[in-house]
């Protein structure tokens, strides 16, 4: 059972628009910034945005996030073929003096 | 660039030890905090340890606390987690990662993990 909430699995068409949440609590998200993070297919995760909203370099601008008091949205527009990949929201707790994750969501484009 | 490259990985029966490492190379090893993170197969990412830049401090998940010890090696940039105990559910691919300065949350870089397999 993970700390942070993530839908299993979400899928849309290539071109299209899809977002991801990510609940938490006061302990957490409503208490320290999200970073969110890119796993493909039997590789290491990658990190695909930080600080609630901002990304590193070389990460395109379809993809976005936010977040508003204990939940966090990735959002990623223009779908494409390569995007299928595993994401998850990660935060630190500060009652369990942890960084947690969540449960990680599975990305598939039809 | 950032390199992180586990090793130590191997199958080791229910009870027993292994020492993993990680050699980090392409930044400055001593000013970072560095961390574990594992994951079961099949399963998301589980935070492990984390440990500060002098290796003074050491924070542990609950499932590994008393178990796994992390520590570092600043002048030969490498990190360890030694496990003991180990059982069953120990079973994953153990990543290397730094946090940010600021946010230990902030997992920027990542090694290409692992395999630690528990079973007789």
């Known amino acids: 059972q993970s700390v942070l909430t993530q839908p299993p699995s979400v899928s849309a068409a290539p071109g299209q628009k899809v977002t991801i949440s990510c609940s938490g609590t006061?302990?957490?998200?409503?208490?320290?910034?999200v970073s969110w993070y890119m796993q493909l297919p039997g590789t290491a995760p990658k990190l695909l945005i930080y600080d609630n909203d901002k990304r590193p370099s070389g990460i395109p601008d379809r993809f976005s996030a936010s977040k508003s008091g204990t939940s966090a949205t990735l959002g990623v527009t223009g779908l494409q073929t390569g995007d299928e990949a595993d994401y998850y929201c990660?935060?630190?707790?500060?009652?369990?003096?942890?960084?947690?994750f969540g449960g990680g969501t599975k990305l598939t484009v039809l | 660039e950032v390199q992180l490259v586990e090793s130590g990985g191997d199958l080791v029966q229910p009870g027993g030890s292994l020492r993993l490492s990680c050699a980090a190379s392409?930044?400055?090893?001593?000013?970072?905090?560095m961390a574990w993170v594992r994951q079961a197969p099949g399963e998301g990412l589980e935070w492990v340890s984390t440990?500060?830049?002098?290796?003074?401090?050491?924070y542990y998940a609950d499932s590994v606390r008393g178990r796994f010890t992390i520590s570092r090696d600043n002048s030969k940039n490498t990190l360890f987690l030694q496990m003991n105990s180990l059982r069953a559910d120990d079973t994953a691919v153990y990543y290397c990662a730094n946090p940010s300065t600021r946010h230990w949350s902030q997992l920027d870089s990542w090694g290409q993990g692992t395999l630690v397999t528990v079973s007789s």
């Open positions: 440990i500060t830049t002098s290796g003074a401090s050491a």
């Open positions: 006061s302990s957490n998200i409503g208490n320290d910034y």
């Open positions: 392409g930044f400055t090893f001593s000013s970072y905090a």
């Open positions: 990660g935060t630190w707790d500060s009652s369990l003096n942890a960084v947690v």
